[in-house]
């Protein structure tokens, strides 16, 4: 057997040895764990940072619990004991008022209660034996800061006034609220009655989406038919009417719960509710409340971050193509972005330069990572502060390599070596 035919020879044993041992090796595969580590992800940060025009301070306040929050968002852009138990007198009342709005119609008609009508405090009124509209006494109710409505209404829904704070209670935790807890309609002073200037204003926001409830609240007087009386009430609002921008929502006063104002103002597109909590005196409620609504909308302007979002998306994705490694597949991943339905947030003028965009990525993929999986994380900051978040997601499935893949890898390597 001359040289050239026991070249020839090896050569073929080698290329079915090698193409047998590929298509083995793809049957066996040992396959991978993705794991979410930092060893294993891709890195990306990018800060845009920026000088700034100063700020005024926030401003000193006396009241014992107060926030203010972005409507849009829940954002906090103010607090003090935010988030501290607290008694809340008659700003009880605003859930009061939309656990009835969703559960009764207004032309309905409630009979009044001796219970209803002869209970103390600040009250509308009504008698024993009256039959009321639902919506006067949802007007009594807020704007004159009614008892007796508060018990009539909580009668005509649910029966007695412990089932409908039953009801009260349930939509709180619906809500998400997890430190408050209604022991009446009204909000006299209960041990067992209390919620924080935090979750009250989440409350508020809640309530305000309902058109009706924010029709009634914005109410700076109205007259309302009592039986054969006709009375004419005003909102004990004081910010109502006479801050701009104020169009809601609700006093209160105890002896524990000190003097208590919800209010709801918007200028331009920045909508806020600010919460003040355990004040001693009605002109320190009203001065706190006034002063946290003007630095809020002194200080704070509304961003859009889409944009910014989509540009560092954009860079890391081409950044990741050419760092990502993928076992056992030559295919290019998609990646997705989760959409979220909102991208303006509320921030303070002075850090409307300084943002911080972080992306991290799992860079160990496998063909058998499947499609639509969460592979990693965007965030966003603003002076350090989390503002946005979401995830990143594998929009295809990765194929394996085939057999000819390793076939042809043989060829082009054994025939490289040949001309070395």
């Known amino acids: 057997m001359n040289l050239k035919k026991l070249i020839t020879i090896i050569i073929i044993f080698l290329l079915a040895f090698f193409t047998f041992f590929a298509n083995f090796y793809i049957v066996l595969g040992d396959e991978i764990e993705i794991e979410n580590s930092e060893d294993n992800n891709i890195y990306y940060d990018t800060t845009v940072s920026q000088s700034s025009t100063s700020a005024s301070s926030e401003p000193d306040t006396n009241s014992k619990h107060i926030v203010a929050i972005d409507r849009l968002t829940n954002t906090i852009l103010y607090e003090k004991n935010a988030k501290e138990k607290t008694p809340m007198a008659s700003t009880t009342k605003i859930m009061t008022c939309i656990v009835v709005l969703e559960n009764c119609n207004l032309n309905d008609t409630a009979i009044v209660s001796k219970k209803a009508s002869s209970i103390h405090g600040s ?62 309609p009204h909000g006299l002073d209960d041990d067992a009655h209390y919620t924080t200037a935090y979750e009250l204003a989440l409350i508020t926001n809640y309530a305000l989406s309902n058109s009706t409830f924010r029709k009634i609240v914005s109410t700076k007087n109205i007259t309302l038919s009592l039986g054969s009386s006709i009375i004419s009430i005003n909102n004990t ?25 919800v209010s709801s103002c918007k200028r331009k597109d920045l909508d806020i509710i600010v919460v003040v909590l355990g004040a001693d005196t009605k002109s320190i409620r009203t001065k706190d409340s006034v002063n946290i609504i003007n630095y809020i909308f002194n200080n704070y302007k509304l961003i859009n971050i889409k944009e910014k979002i989509t540009a560092s998306f954009k860079n890391y994705y081409d950044y990741y193509t050419k760092n990502v490694s993928i076992h056992k597949s030559t295919d290019i991943p998609i990646l997705e972005l989760e959409e979220k339905q909102n991208y303006i947030f509320p921030i303070l003028i002075k850090n409307e330069a300084d943002f911080n965009i972080k992306i991290n990525c799992i860079h160990k993929l496998s063909y058998n990572t499947p499609a639509n999986s969460q592979i ?29 893949y390793y076939f042809e890898y043989i060829l082009k390597n054994y025939f490289s070596l040949m001309y070395i």
């Open 376 to 404: 990693g994380t965007l965030s966003v900051y603003n002076s350090d502060k989390l503002l946005y978040s979401t995830n990143i997601f594998l929009k295809n499935s990765l194929s394996k390599k085939s057999v000819s």
């Open 123 to 184: 009250t509308l009124g009504i008698k024993e034996g009256m039959a009321i509209s639902i919506e006067s006494l949802l007007y009594g109710l807020m704007l004159r800061s009614g008892n007796d409505c508060a018990i009539a209404l909580a009668e005509h829904i649910s029966g007695s006034v412990e089932n409908f704070c039953q009801k009260m209670n349930e939509k709180a935790k619906s809500l998400g609220l997890s430190n408050t807890n209604f022991t009446s």
């Open 237 to 261: 609002n004081e910010l109502l009417g006479n801050l701009e921008g104020v169009y809601g929502v609700k006093t209160g006063f105890t002896f524990n719960a000190g003097r208590c104002l």
